[in-house]
């Protein structure tokens, strides 16, 4: 298993910036790709970005393309959500997830593991 817990998330007004962080322990020479989902009230969770832990590859939503930056620090087993250019609609529960599978993918069900998520709140 690998354990997740995020950190960043709070309160910034519309057009500001916001860093996620997602600090991995456990069996994590198991994880090949990791990737930033959230969820907002009364919606289904949504695929925000995905990266690959060893290469570095990285894909995100349309809705978000431009704006927000996935990285990770395979050092301090950590992974970054680099959130610029805030819109009231990306207030949402944040979560990071793990997976042992090499591709890279915005499907939900294909992470073995998530976080508790950490709630973004934009003021407009």
């Known amino acids: 298993q690998v354990q997740l817990v995020e950190s960043g998330g709070g309160l910034v007004q519309a057009g500001g910036p916001l860093r996620l962080s997602c600090a991995a322990s456990?069996?994590?020479?198991?994880?090949?790709?990791m990737g930033w989902f959230r969820q907002a009230p009364g919606k289904e969770r949504e695929f925000v970005a995905a990266i690959s832990w060893i290469g570095g590859t990285s894909t995100y939503a349309d809705s978000v393309k431009g704006r927000f930056t996935i990285s990770r620090d395979t050092a301090k087993n950590t992974l970054y959500l680099q959130m610029n250019s805030l819109k009231p609609e990306d207030t949402a529960v944040y979560y990071c997830?793990?997976?042992?599978?090499?591709?890279?993918?915005?499907?939900?069900?294909?992470?073995?593991?998530w976080g508790q998520g950490t709630q973004v709140t934009v003021s407009s």
């Open positions: 997830a793990a997976r042992a599978g090499v591709p890279l993918t915005t499907h939900v069900g294909s992470y073995d593991n």
């Open positions: 456990g069996r994590t020479f198991s994880t090949r790709s």
